[in-house]
């Protein structure tokens, strides 16, 4: 099914949070792994229209396994001239000629069930993938490579530590199968670091948390798109735990934002937190989605919270956002879930 465009509106805001720093990347190449993922999509899609805007003379060739399939899904884009799609698997993608002065490393699906059931296959897909990507860039004269790792790289987040910053050193246990995507992308920034010993280019690092906006999958593990997908449908909300957890989102449009400013100005092999850092419980979260699309759906909540226990949390510190490169949150969150859920409304008229 064809998929709307994404607001005008937010590519708009993110063309003016970013106009000042594309100058650079006149009659330039860009090369884009994961290009149409939820990521990717609002890459792309900010990349063409900043590129008509600004009249950069830019081009994206990006990496996709069936380059037919995106083409039926967002359409607009494929018929771009200034986009290129090249078939091929992350981890053996077949080399193209010419220079690509920079590139986004984003593939890798962050999928609960491929961890679950194909646990070798996703880390293969991270670490493959991410040395095949090290080598096209080696090989390409690139000059800023942008890795979107996760936040996922610290491990189980210290109960007492409301936001987690960059120099935390906790991991994930590599023991643990559920591990695999977590101990994945610690091995991708490592093998950044490990290929800039013997580079000139500028390798930037986004630790990514969690998110929200169009394109975000309402039916998989993503608590937020599951809990517009149920108002929208017509379904109570359901919390598979006691939801207690802590979350925060940010909106797509502030993480392409914070993605393009990081591929253009972060600092060479400085991580840096991307999302929000305005948490709320799981069980607030559900109200927030009732609240902000003033539905009147029942929250059904599976489990009862145990008194005294320890809090679960999933939070970054983006004070580094904040003080080396300028990065605020300019969508608050209900109004994040209200822009969500009227795309999806639009494109299930569009279908009709």
Known sequence: MAQQPLPTSDLDHI??????????????????????????CWLLESFSYINRQLNLGARATVLTR?????????????ADPALAFLAGDVRSFSFLD?????????????????????????????IDGTARVLNFAQTHATRKLLLTSS?????????????V???????????????????????????????????????????CFAFVGPHLPL????????????????????????????????????????LWTMLFKSPHLTPVNVGS???????????????SLNASA???????????????????????AKSLLGLNETVNLMEAIRRTAAWYVEAEKGSL
């Open 98 to 126: 010419g220079d690509f002065q920079y590139v986004i490393h984003a593939a890798t699906e962050a999928s609960a069930r491929q961890a679950a059931e194909q646990p070798l296959e996703m880390l293969t897909t991270i």
């Open 15 to 40: 063309l003016s949070e970013t106009r000042s720093l594309w100058d650079e990347m006149h009659n330039k190449q860009i090369f884009i792994t994961g290009g149409t993922g939820f990521f990717g």
């Open 165 to 207: 910053p960059e120099n935390h050193l906790g991991g994930p246990d590599p023991l643990d199968p559920a591990s695999v995507y977590a101990e994945g992308k610690r091995i991708s920034e490592q093998m950044c670091a490990v290929q800039a010993v013997h580079s000139s280019m500028e390798i930037k690092i986004a630790r």
């Open 66 to 78: 069936d380059p037919g399939a995106f083409a039926m899904k967002c359409p607009h884009l494929a």
């Open 277 to 291: 850092a305005n948490d709320l419980s799981i069980l607030d979260l559900a109200r927030a989605v009732v609240q």
């Open 298 to 320: 029942d929250i059904r909540v599976a489990k009862e919270a145990v008194p005294g226990s320890d809090v679960a949390r999933y939070v970054p510190s983006v004070d580094r």
């Open 219 to 258: 039916d998989t593990h993503f608590a937020i798109g599951n809990f517009i997908g149920d108002i929208l449908g017509g379904r109570p909300i359901r919390i598979n735990g006691d939801g207690t957890p802590r979350r925060s989102y940010l909106y797509a449009s502030d993480l392409a934002i914070w």
């Open 151 to 163: 936040g996922a790289v610290y491990g189980k987040q210290p109960a007492g530590l409301t936001h």
